[in-house]
């Protein structure tokens, strides 16, 4: 079984309150493949909600303490994201799932890059709060970028 971003699966969880649907999640959806969750819902944030970017570090300073998750309008929401960063690793550790595939980017699902702070489109190297616990925890997690990459290969 895999986890997975929800919001790839064609769920309308994103922050704007649509989704980032690919036909290749969604048929994996329809088949029974995959498992989708939403941390930032998980960690009761609403959707639509103001969107949220790590500032002072990245995914691993938020769960030490270091760095926050604040919103577009200044407000600290690092709360919900540990708690649904906390959430999801329930749910992985009950499921054990054999791959993990986060959403690429996103300050709780981006795996080796994530939006710098500044809400500008730029990017810095980390990890999102939900992918950096799940790779404390061991679990085998990719972005959906190099999955599809990987796919095409194949």
Avoid: W
Wanted: net charge positive.
């Amino acid at each position: 079984m895999i986890l997975i971003s929800a919001c790839l699966c064609g769920i309308d969880c994103k922050y704007d309150g649509g989704s980032n649907r690919h036909p290749l999640f969604v048929e994996m959806l329809r088949a029974g493949k995959v498992i989708p969750v939403c941390p930032e819902q998980l960690g009761g944030l609403t959707t639509p909600r103001e969107p949220a970017e790590i500032c002072g570090g990245a995914g691993e300073q938020v769960l030490s303490g270091q760095a926050r998750v604040i919103n577009r309008l200044g407000c600290d929401v690092s709360a919900a994201f540990l708690r649904g960063a906390e959430q999801t690793l329930k749910i992985a550790q009950a499921v054990n799932p054999s791959l993990i595939i986060l959403k690429s980017r996103s300050p709780s699902c981006g795996v080796g890059r994530v939006y710098d702070g500044s809400f500008s489109s730029r990017f810095k190297s980390g990890n999102g709060v939900t992918a950096a616990l799940l790779k404390a925890h061991g679990f085998d997690i990719i972005d959906d970028e190099a999955y599809l990459k990987q796919e095409i290969k194949n």
